[in-house]
């Protein structure tokens, strides 16, 4: 049976409108690091084009090695910069980045490796530099923002300046995002995106 960690974890689901309060464990993703508008940094493509092909070799060998087949989770993103409001301008030349794809708990190092040989040997140009680390966002505030991507900037606000401030909350960590959508088969208008934001209430 295919297992999809989307309806298996927390986190995975969000509805539009709302900010949800909720604790995130700890988790494994691939990671590979960036800086720059995703639009226009060439490097942006070429994560993709090796974070995408490791997900996918681990899923096979999990399915043929372990017998565990799952559906590869969507693509994810910290997102940061020294200056915050940037992301409320959508001044991306000055973000930095870090994409994500979440590792099965059941998964070792070794099939990572593995897997990053597969897609090296395909071609994929970044293995060197990727990396497997555990992320512990713990408290965090989520929504859903459906629409394209540079109108996150009046979500990001209330969550921010409203829901957080109102609940006697800081921000801590890196703006999370998680991509329930295909941007090259889905209408800007129609984009699914998690937006997370982790909070302290110290």
């Not at 720059?36 to 090796?50: C, I, K, M, S």
């Amino acid at each position: 049976m295919k297992i999809d960690l989307k309806r298996e974890l927390d986190g995975y689901a969000a509805r539009r409108g709302e900010f949800e309060l909720l604790t995130i464990d700890p988790r494994r993703y691939l990671m590979l690091d960036g800086s720059g508008d995703p639009n226009r940094a060439p490097r942006y493509e070429q994560v993709l084009a090796t974070i995408f092909p490791v997900a996918y070799a681990l899923k096979f060998l999990s399915k043929n090695e372990l017998g565990r087949d799952y559906v590869v989770p969507p693509l994810e993103g910290l997102w940061w910069a020294e200056d915050m409001t940037t992301f409320l301008t959508r001044e991306k030349s000055r973000w930095s980045w870090t994409m994500l794809s979440l590792v099965p708990d059941w998964i070792d190092d070794a099939l990572v490796d593995t897997a990053r040989a597969t897609a090296a040997g395909k071609g994929a140009p970044l293995v060197d530099e990727l990396r497997v680390e555990t992320l512990d966002e713990g408290l965090c505030v989520q929504t859903l923002h459906v629409g394209p991507y540079d109108d996150e900037g009046p979500v990001l606000q209330r969550m921010h300046t409203e829901f957080i401030a109102d609940a006697g909350l800081s921000l801590t960590g890196r703006h999370h995002e998680i991509y329930l959508s295909d941007p090259r088969r889905t209408d800007p208008s129609r984009l699914r995106t998690i937006l997370r934001q982790p909070v302290t209430d110290a």
